[in-house]
């Protein structure tokens, strides 16, 4: 059973940066895609980011700009680079990966963006 584990949230002032970074518990094979995902109280999860196995990325309109995705294909890790952040971008992140007709997620890592 493949485990994620996510890193490098907390708590951040407006404008702050933050990098996220998700690991497997081993090496998965035929990854598909990878990506974050956001959950703030009262609201659904969310797309914050994705990359593909080629290195294709999609992003979430309001962090284009803002946010890199990055993967590493021989560490099984895929990193979130938060710059310019905003209060609105407070929530629990979570890592995806889809890999062989499996979908494994990680526990969640907070961010709070406040001052």
């Known amino acids: 059973q493949v485990q994620l584990v996510e890193s490098g949230g907390g708590l951040v002032q407006p404008g702050g940066s933050l990098r996220l970074s998700c690991a497997a518990s081993r090496i998965i094979f035929r990854i598909n895609n990878m990506g974050w995902y956001r959950q703030a109280p009262g609201k659904q999860r969310e797309l914050v980011a994705l990359i593909t196995r080629t290195g294709g990325t999609n992003y979430e309109d309001s962090v284009k700009g803002r946010f890199t995705i990055s993967m590493d294909n021989a560490k099984n890790t895929v990193n979130l680079q938060m710059n310019s952040l905003k209060p609105e971008d407070t929530a629990v992140y979570y890592c995806?990966?889809?890999?062989?007709?499996?979908?494994?997620w990680g526990q969640g890592t907070q961010v709070t963006v406040s001052s």
């Open positions: 995806k990966v889809v890999a062989g007709g499996n979908i494994y």
